[in-house]
């Protein structure tokens, strides 16, 4: 039994007076590739707003690598890389090696600046996402795919055991979609990272990922993702209305 | 010239001011640029105004405080603006550039009110206004060089940071920066600066000495290292370039330093726009 990084015990969350999140109660084990699934608006960036400690859940528990997340301090563990329409400022005048040195920042702490040996270590992360060309390169030049792999690469800079992606498929042109899945999955088998990844749409689901959520304010389906294929497209349906559908 | 700057000590200050100015500006103009802040620079300058309104007006009135530094008052208004804009951008929190036109209306009224009081426009307030080469007394060199040494050490503390705040907001948080205290510290070090430029361009050309440098240097740089050396380079030669030449044709130095640093953009713009159309043409 491999063990437990992320477990929530019944959680919810609510803005105001709207319930965003309901009884919400599963595990991530090491190793997992763990696609959450859900329309817009089913509480997916609230749940990884919970994970990642930016907001606080209403009641129930949640814990981090075995520790109750208002303890945990060692978020350099926990990598993550967000939608990439909203991320940042294309105009900044930064070049790719700054950016995913960037990525050193809170594990090194304040009042510590960055080591001489930290461009090795940008040219490994950048290696692991296939953009080792480009560390010279203007970041906004950069066509939406590789910016979202420049930005995985700032994540993996700071060696977490976990990945969490917020929709990062969102304005990547469709035939780079799948060698992005390829990428995240040999970091998943090769550099054994736990990835929680977050989509609106069960087409970007491949065959890469261990494990599936199903969300939809509540936790419908948790589990291994032969056991996700078994259900019928009726039953995403009535989780999720028209709006989501599988294909095989 | 030199032999001015030998026997003079005011020009001296001015011009040890000018070149201390002409690094720290741009240097924070950077990060104030791509943080989309320009305008908050602004509207400082014009709360600083107040400041420096209102201690000519008190050194007019009271005896004892004749010979106080309208610089001290103007630091105290910039950075008190700085925290009040802070607080009005989190209030108004779907509107928040609706707090720069709040604290510079509140900035420019006081003012007014100030200069009335004391009765009207004197020789001294044209300095504060656009800057000189002749009234720079060496306290306030000194201050300069302290506030200089602020933005050194917090910026020798908090530049990781601060990239990472500037350019992705969302991440700063996701990672647990503490963002909030660090746009704090950054956004008082920023007053402190306005209020020590003004008295080399003047408080009404203070924002640009900050923007312009670092809106030259963007056309041409790749990276954020780059950017922030190119804008030192522009903004030291437009000071030194304009110091000079306010110098020689008795002109205010706020003038001819904007004017300068607006000559070296266009330059810059054409200049690459001509090597872009070369290689055009080459292929």
Request: charged share 15%.
């Amino acid at each position: 039994m491999t063990k437990p990084l992320i477990e929530l015990q019944n959680v919810s969350f609510q803005y105001e007076h709207t319930k965003v999140l309901h009884n919400i109660s599963f595990s991530v084990s090491e190793g997992d590739f763990l696609a959450i699934l859900g329309p817009n608006g089913s509480g997916k960036s609230t749940l990884l707003k919970l994970l990642l400690g930016i907001v606080k859940p209403l009641s129930g528990e949640i814990k981090l690598f075995g520790e109750s997340i208002n303890s945990f301090h060692n978020r350099e563990w926990v990598g993550y890389v967000s939608q990439k329409s909203n991320a940042f400022n294309s105009a900044f005048p930064a070049t790719v090696e700054e950016v995913v040195k960037s990525g050193l920042t809170k594990k090194l702490g304040l009042f510590r600046r960055i080591p001489k040996n930290a461009n090795r270590l940008v040219r490994n992360a950048l290696e692991s996402v296939g953009m080792e060309n480009y560390m010279s390169r203007n970041i906004g030049q950069l066509s939406g795919g590789q910016q979202q792999r420049v930005f995985i690469a700032r994540a993996l800079i700071a060696e977490p055991k976990l990945l969490i992606l917020d929709e990062p498929t969102v304005g990547i042109d469709h035939e780079n979609v799948q060698s992005f899945y390829d990428m995240l999955a040999t970091l998943n088998k090769e550099q054994q990272k736990t990835i929680i990844l977050v989509t609106h749409d069960v087409d970007t689901v491949s065959n890469r990922i261990s494990h599936v959520a199903c969300l939809n304010h509540t936790i419908h389906f948790h589990g291994f993702k032969k056991d996700f294929d078994t259900i019928s497209n009726n039953k995403l349906n009535d989780w999720y209305g028209h709006s989501v559908r599988k294909i095989h | 010239m030199i032999e001015a700057l030998l026997n003079y000590p005011l020009i001296q200050n001015a011009f040890l001011s000018g070149l201390i100015i002409g690094i720290i500006a741009p240097l924070l103009g950077v990060f104030i640029v791509v943080r989309r802040m320009s305008l908050i620079a602004d509207a400082l300058s014009h709360v600083t105004l107040a400041g420096i309104a209102g201690s000519l007006y008190l050194s007019q009135s009271v005896a004892s405080l004749a010979l106080l530094n309208p610089i001290y008052l103007g630091i105290v208004a910039s950075v008190g603006g700085s925290i009040l804009i802070e607080r009005l951008r989190s209030l108004y929190k779907h509107y928040e550039e609706l707090a720069i036109p709040i604290i510079m209306s509140a900035g420019i009224g006081l003012s007014a009110i100030f200069i009335s009081l004391a009765s009207g426009f004197s020789t001294d307030l044209m300095s504060y206004l656009f800057g000189s080469v002749s009234v720079v007394s060496r306290q306030d060199l000194i201050v300069i060089s302290i506030i200089a040494l602020v933005v050194f050490v917090f910026l020798f503390l908090f530049f990781k940071e601060m990239f990472v705040l500037s350019f992705d907001e969302e991440f700063a948080k996701a990672t647990g920066l503490p963002s909030k205290w660090i746009h704090l510290l950054f956004i008082i070090v920023v007053a402190l600066v306005i209020a020590a430029s003004m008295r080399i361009v003047g408080i009404l050309l203070v924002s640009s000495l900050i923007t312009l440098p670092v809106a030259t240097a963007m056309r041409i740089s790749k990276g954020f290292k780059e950017t922030i050396l190119y804008s030192i380079i522009f903004g030291e030669s437009a000071v030194i370039i304009g110091l000079i030449s306010a110098f020689y044709l008795n002109l205010v130095p706020g003038g001819t330093i904007v004017i300068t640093s607006i000559i070296i953009l266009f330059f810059v713009i054409l200049v690459k726009k001509l090597v872009l159309s070369l290689r055009v043409g080459r292929r």
